[in-house]
């Protein structure tokens, strides 16, 4: 198998896109709102988007956010984001908050949507 079929997701299936962020100091509540906001803007309404889920830090220590969407295929999601489909999508005033990022994409299983 070659480096690049290794890494290729399988077509047909649900995607769960999971980006994950660490905040810089003193800038947790406005990359929270940013998540809530510019990032559920991004792909709201796209063709393909089935869900998604925001998530902040479960104590007061923590400066680590999750933002997890939801995607009829892989498909959808190279349609949303192009070519760096694989790449953190950072809209304008994420990099100032952000120490570091990075994007995951993971199958969903037949157990992910209740019945």
Known sequence: MSGSDRHEIRSSV???????????PNCESALAEKLATSSVQVVHDEPGFLGLVCAGPANNADRDFVFASMWRDVDAIKARFGRDWRDSFLPPGYAELIEECSVEHYHLTEHSFPR
Do not use: Q
């Open 14 to 24: 649900p995607i769960l896109r999971l980006f994950k962020a660490r905040a810089k």
